[in-house]
C-alpha cells in the first residue's frame, strides 16, 4: 500500500514537471506580448521591464530561474497586478474556488448518485422519463447559460418577495454560496446521473444480483448492499476528474457571481500574456489534479475490496 | 420446396418491473442522509468564511445610516503605485485617494490642489504648497513630495509607461533614457512649502497635466518603508485625497472612507464609498442594480431593452475616447496607395455606423480626430473649427479605386486584413465594414480577430491593412489627440509620416499663442482628412443607470470618471 502510494506520487511529481515545463514553452511561444499595452513605451523602457521581469535573459536561463523557484515554492510576480505575487494571489484566491468547488461537487455526487439510482429504479416509469430529459439539458446546456439565467431568477424571486431571500452576486456567506455552487455542479451532476442510471441497469442484469434473488434475500437489501455499491464505482473514478474539472471550471459562475475566486485569474492570465500567473495556476492547477486522481484510486479499494493497491 | 414458415417471436412486452417498495424507501433514506451531509458541510462552510475578511459587507445601494454608497468595480485596481499606474480602474480608485497639485472640480474645470497658488511662465514656475495638507498618517504633504514622485516617475529603473507625461519638465525625458541622474530633473523644493518647476521648453498645457496621476505626490519616507510593496496593499499606502481605502480584499472589494485628514474635508459629504463587488460582467452589475444593490450600472446594446422596460433613468455621457479605422501606410502594404484609401474614405459613413449598426445611444458619429468636448481658443474646438465631412460618392469612390488599381498593376485587389478584437461590438462593425467594401466597391476584407494582447503585437509589427483602434485622452488638452500621428510617436501603429503635420504638431507643443496653437492642430484635422490618414468611426459615449438619491456625482472625459468626491445622498423621491 505506502509503496504503491510512494510509486504515484512520484509519478505525479514527474507528471506535473511535464505540465510545468511544456506550459512554459508554449507560453514563451504565444502570440502577442506581455509587455504591450495600449500606450506604446520607449524602447529604453520596455527594456527596464523586461529586465524588472527577468525576460532579457535567454530563455532556457529563464526556465531553469522559473524551475529552480518553483521547487522553493516561489512563483514569482504577476505581470498584470504587478504589485502581487502569484504565490498570494492563489493562496487568497484558491480557497474560495475550493469552498465553490467543494458545494459542487457535493451537490454533484449526492444529486447524481441518488437521481441515477431512482431513474433506475423506476425505469421506464415516468419519473425516469422527466429525469432523463432535464439530464439532457443538464449535459447540454453550458454553464454560463445556467448561471445568467439563475442569477436572473434570484433578481426576481428577491423582487417578488420584497426582501433579499438570496443574494444576487458577491461572496462571504452561505447564502452568497448556493446557487453559485448549484450552477456550477449541475453539468456534472446530470453527467453523473446518466453515468449512475447506467451503472446500475448492467448490474440489476449480473450474476451476484440473480443468486441473491435466487437465495431469497429482500428486494431492499439487494438494492442498496449489491446494486448500489457496485454501481457506484465508476461514479467515484470519474469525480476525481470532474473535482479538478469543477474546482478549475468556475470562471464563468465566478465572473458572472463576482466571487473572487482563482478560475477568473486562471483564464484571464491567459489572454493577458501574464507569464507569472499562467505558469503559477496552471503549475497549482495541475498538481492539484495529478493529487485527486490519485486520491481516487485509494478511494477506490476503500470501496471495494476487489481491488488491491500493488 | 416448400417454404417454411419461421414462426417469428412474439412481441416483447414493455419491460415493467415492478417497483419494489423496500428500494424506494431505501433510497429515500440515503436521500435524507445526502441532504443532512450536505446541510451539515454548509454550516461548516458558513463558520470557516464567517471569519475570513472576504465577505461582502454592504447590504444596500444606498446606507442613510451610515451615510454610505455601494457601487461595483469592473476588475481589480491592478496598479495603485501612481508612478506606474496606467489604467483606469486604477485610476479612478487613486482620484478619490489622492490629490495632485490641482484637481477638477465638480464643473470639471481645474482647480487648486494641494497647491493654493502659482506663478507659472513659459519656462517654468512656482507652486505653493498649502500647508494645512496632511498624509492619511498625518505627516505634512511637502514640496519634497512631489519631487520624489516626479524624479521616481522618470526614473528609468520604475519602468513606468507613463514617465512621457512628465517630459515637459527639464531633463525628464533624458532621464528616462537613461543619460542623466534623476536628481536633474527641474523640479526642486525650495523649501517645503515651494516646489520651483523648469520646463524643457514652453508647455502651453503644462497646468492640465498636474491634475494627471503620475503628478501626484509621494511621501518618500514611506514609500521607502514598504519595502518595494508601495501600493500593493491598503496598508501600503498613505492618503493625501478626500478619501483613504480603509479595506482592500483583493479580487472582491475596495472600501474607501473619509480621510480625516484632507485640507478639504469639509466638502466631502459621504463617509464611505463601497467598491463592494469586483464584477465585469454587463448582466450581472445590472441585477445588482435591478435589486438596488448599487448604485450604478453601465448599458450595452443586449441590455438597454431592460432598462427601458424598467422605467429607469437613463443617462447618457460621452466617454471621451475617439475610434478610428486606422489605415497601414508601410511602403509594403495596399493601404499605402493614396487612390485606395481615398476610395475607402468616399464610401465611409460614420453614421451608418452608429445609427445603423452599432445602435446603441451615447455614441456620436465621428468627424475628426478631435472630438466634439475638447477645447479650443475660447470655446468648443469643433465650433471653432469644424474641419471637413465625410461625403459619401459611389461613383467616385469606383474612380478612385480603378486608378488605385491602375497604379498598383493590379486587375483585382487581393483581400484586405481587417485586424481587429474579440468582442461584440467589434464583431459587429468588422462585418459590417467587410459587407461595405464588398457591396459598394467589390473588395473582400477579412476579418483578422485577435485578443488584445496579440492584437497589440500584430498593430505593432504592422500585420494589418486596416486595423479598429481608439485613443483616450490623457489631459484637457487639443494636443492629446493632435500628436498621435505625429511621425515619432510610437502609437502611430499605421506608420504614418507627414512632415507637414510634423510641423504643425511642433507648433502646438511649444507656441503659447492659442490661436497659433488651435490652427496649427485645425491643420492637424484636415491633413489626416486629405490625406486619408485614418477614417474616423465614432465617439465613444456611454449609457447608464444611477441612483436617483445619490447627487453632486461628476462625470468627464478627462481625469477622475465618474467622480464621487463631492457626491451626497439625498432622501428618496416620491415619484
Do not use: C
Not at chain 1, 494571489?89 to 441515477?116: C, E, K, Q, T, Y
Not at chain 1, 446546456?141 to 445556467?146: A, H, Q, W, Y
Not at chain 1, 457506484?232 to 459562475?253: C, D, N, Q, R, Y
Not at chain 2, 512649502?193 to 514611506?222: D, G, H, M, R, S
Request: charged residues 20%; hydrophobic residues 45%; negative net charge.
Amino acid at each position: 500500500m505506502i509503496r504503491y502510494v510512494l510509486w504515484r506520487l512520484l509519478q505525479g511529481v514527474i507528471t506535473v514537471w511535464f505540465i510545468a515545463t511544456a506550459t512554459f514553452f508554449v507560453m514563451h511561444n504565444l502570440p502577442g506580448d506581455p509587455l504591450a499595452d495600449e500606450k506604446a513605451v520607449s524602447p529604453e523602457i520596455r527594456e527596464n521591464l523586461e529586465k524588472k521581469l527577468g525576460l532579457d535573459k535567454p530563455i532556457v536561463v529563464q526556465y531553469g530561474l522559473y524551475m529552480w523557484n518553483m521547487v522553493q515554492g516561489d512563483f514569482g510576480l504577476s505581470f498584470t497586478e504587478e504589485n502581487r505575487e502569484v504565490n498570494a494571489i492563489i493562496r487568497d484566491h484558491f480557497p474560495v474556488s475550493a469552498i465553490l468547488g467543494v458545494l459542487a461537487i457535493v451537490i454533484a455526487g449526492v444529486g447524481g448518485i441518488l437521481w441515477g439510482a431512482l431513474t433506475a429504479l423506476y425505469r421506464n416509469r415516468w419519473p425516469d422519463v422527466v429525469i432523463i430529459l432535464l439530464v439532457i439539458l443538464g449535459i447540454s446546456v453550458p454553464s454560463f447559460v445556467f448561471a445568467t439565467v439563475g442569477q436572473l431568477a434570484l433578481v426576481t424571486i428577491n423582487n417578488i418577495a420584497g426582501f433579499q431571500v438570496l443574494p444576487v452576486a458577491g461572496w462571504g456567506t452561505v447564502a452568497h454560496m448556493l446557487v453559485p455552487a448549484l450552477v456550477l455542479g449541475l453539468g456534472t451532476m446530470a453527467f453523473l446521473t446518466r453515468l449512475m442510471r447506467t451503472s446500475m441497469l448492467e448490474i440489476v442484469s449480473s450474476d451476484f444480483v440473480r443468486t441473491a434473488k435466487a437465495k431469497g434475500v429482500p428486494t431492499a437489501q439487494i438494492f442498496s448492499r449489491h446494486q448500489l455499491r457496485n454501481a457506484v464505482l465508476p461514479v467515484i473514478t470519474v469525480l476525481g476528474p470532474s473535482i479538478a474539472g469543477i474546482t478549475t471550471g468556475g470562471f464563468v459562475v465566478e465572473n458572472v457571481f463576482g466571487i473572487p475566486g482563482l478560475g477568473r485569474y486562471f483564464v484571464l492570465a491567459v489572454q493577458q500574456n501574464d507569464y507569472g500567473v499562467i505558469m503559477g495556476t496552471t503549475v497549482f492547477y495541475g498538481a492539484f489534479l495529478v493529487l485527486m486522481v490519485i486520491l481516487v484510486d485509494i478511494l477506490y479499494a476503500v470501496v471495494d475490496p476487489r481491488v488491491r493497491l500493488e | 420446396m416448400s417454404d417454411t414458415l419461421i414462426p417469428s417471436s412474439p412481441p416483447a412486452k414493455p419491460f415493467k418491473e415492478e417497483v419494489s417498495r423496500g428500494s424506494a424507501w431505501q433510497l429515500a433514506k440515503y436521500a435524507l442522509v445526502g441532504l443532512l451531509f450536505f446541510v451539515v458541510l454548509l454550516a461548516l462552510l458558513g463558520l470557516v468564511t464567517a471569519n475570513s475578511a472576504a465577505g461582502t459587507r454592504s447590504t444596500s445601494a444606498v446606507d442613510y445610516a451610515t451615510n454610505t454608497i455601494t457601487l461595483t468595480l469592473s476588475s481589480e485596481p491592478p496598479q495603485l503605485n501612481s508612478t506606474r499606474s496606467t489604467d483606469m480602474v486604477s485610476g479612478m480608485v487613486l482620484g478619490h485617494v489622492m490629490e495632485g497639485l490641482l484637481r477638477f472640480g465638480p464643473d470639471n474645470n481645474l482647480i487648486p490642489g494641494i497647491a493654493e497658488s502659482w506663478e507659472l511662465d513659459e519656462l517654468g514656475g512656482t507652486f505653493r504648497i498649502r500647508s494645512d495638507a496632511y498624509w492619511s498618517n498625518g505627516t505634512q504633504v511637502t514640496a519634497h513630495d512631489f519631487v520624489f514622485a516626479w524624479q521616481t516617475a522618470v526614473n528609468p529603473e520604475t519602468a513606468s509607461q507613463y514617465a512621457f507625461i512628465l517630459f515637459p519638465i527639464k531633463n525628464g525625458q533624458r532621464i528616462n533614457e537613461g543619460e542623466l541622474p534623476i536628481e536633474e530633473l527641474g523640479a526642486r523644493a525650495l523649501d517645503d512649502f515651494t516646489l520651483e518647476v523648469e520646463l524643457e521648453q514652453a508647455t502651453p498645457y503644462f497646468l492640465k497635466l498636474l491634475a494627471f496621476f503620475t503628478y501626484y505626490p509621494i511621501n518618500k519616507e514611506f514609500y521607502l518603508s514598504t519595502g518595494g510593496r508601495y501600493g500593493a496593499d491598503a496598508e501600503d499606502l498613505i492618503y493625501n485625497g478626500p478619501f483613504r481605502i480603509a479595506s482592500w480584499v483583493h479580487g472582491a472589494s475596495v472600501r474607501l472612507e473619509k480621510n480625516e485628514y484632507y485640507w478639504n474635508r469639509d466638502e466631502t459629504k459621504l463617509d464611505a464609498i463601497d467598491f463592494a463587488y469586483i464584477l465585469n460582467d454587463a448582466n450581472a452589475v445590472l441585477n445588482l442594480f435591478a435589486t438596488r444593490k448599487i448604485v450604478f450600472a453601465g448599458l450595452n446594446s443586449e441590455n438597454l431593452d431592460r432598462a427601458l422596460k424598467n422605467r429607469w433613468r437613463i443617462q447618457e455621457h460621452v466617454d471621451g475616447s475617439v475610434f478610428f479605422l486606422e489605415l497601414n501606410h508601410r511602403p509594403d502594404r495596399l493601404t499605402s496607395n493614396y487612390n485606395l484609401r481615398k476610395a475607402l474614405q468616399l464610401v465611409h459613413d460614420p453614421a451608418e455606423l452608429v445609427y445603423k449598426v452599432m445602435k446603441l445611444p451615447g455614441n456620436l458619429p465621428g468627424e475628426s480626430i478631435f472630438p466634439v468636448w475638447l477645447r479650443g481658443v475660447h470655446g468648443s474646438f469643433r465650433d471653432e473649427y469644424p474641419g471637413p465631412r465625410f461625403v459619401q460618392d459611389e461613383v467616385k469612390a469606383r474612380e478612385h479605386l480603378a486608378m488605385a488599381l491602375d497604379e498598383l498593376g493590379l486587375d483585382e485587389l487581393p483581400p484586405l486584413m481587417f485586424l481587429t478584437g474579440d468582442n461584440p461590438v467589434s464583431n459587429k462593425q468588422s462585418e459590417y465594414y467587410q459587407r461595405l467594401y464588398k457591396e459598394k466597391l467589390g473588395i473582400e476584407v477579412k476579418i483578422d480577430k485577435q485578443i488584445f494582447k496579440q492584437r497589440l503585437a500584430k498593430m505593432t509589427s504592422g500585420d494589418f491593412d486596416i486595423v479598429a483602434a481608439g485613443w483616450g485622452p490623457d489631459y484637457d488638452d487639443v494636443l492629446t489627440f493632435g500628436d498621435l500621428f505625429a511621425s515619432w510617436n510610437a502609437n502611430n501603429r499605421g506608420r504614418y509620416e507627414n512632415p507637414e503635420l510634423d510641423k504643425h504638431v511642433a507648433i502646438a507643443q511649444s507656441s503659447s499663442d492659442p490661436v497659433e496653437r488651435m490652427e496649427a492642430m485645425d491643420q492637424v484635422q484636415k491633413i489626416l482628412h486629405d490625406d486619408v490618414a485614418i477614417l474616423v468611426q465614432y465617439e465613444r459615449g456611454s449609457v447608464y443607470v444611477s441612483d436617483s438619491r445619490v447627487k453632486g456625482v461628476s462625470r468627464r472625459a478627462v481625469g477622475t470618471d465618474p467622480d464621487y468626491t463631492r457626491a451626497y445622498i439625498v432622501q428618496e423621491e416620491n415619484e
